[in-house]
């Protein structure tokens, strides 16, 4: 489960670095309705810190597991 998290929050910042790079003219079809288009730099730069946030709570999540199966009694 806590793999999953990560691996969610790792796709969610790859997703926002993609939407973001093409809102900036960097990555994609010049015909692309998120080519050159602002409102989409700032939703990406919204996905990658829910991405980012996410992320880190699967690994706060791993660390304390692995802490409470080192000090199980």
């Given at each position: 489960m806590k793999i999953l998290i990560?691996?969610?929050?790792m796709a969610l910042v790859l997703a926002g670095l993609?939407?973001?790079?093409?809102?900036?003219?960097?990555?994609?079809?010049?015909?692309s309705?998120?080519?050159?288009?602002p409102s989409?730099?700032?939703?990406?730069m919204m996905i990658i810190i829910a991405g980012i946030i996410i992320l880190i709570l699967g690994l706060i999540l791993r660390?304390?597991?692995?802490?409470?199966?080192k000090h199980k009694k």
């Amino acid at each position: 489960m806590k793999i999953l998290i990560e691996i969610i929050g790792m796709a969610l910042v790859l997703a926002g670095l993609i939407f973001t790079a093409q809102s900036k003219e960097l990555l994609g079809p010049p015909n692309s309705f998120m080519y050159s288009n602002p409102s989409w730099t700032a939703n990406g730069m919204m996905i990658i810190i829910a991405g980012i946030i996410i992320l880190i709570l699967g690994l706060i999540l791993r660390i304390i597991f692995r802490y409470k199966l080192k000090h199980k009694k």
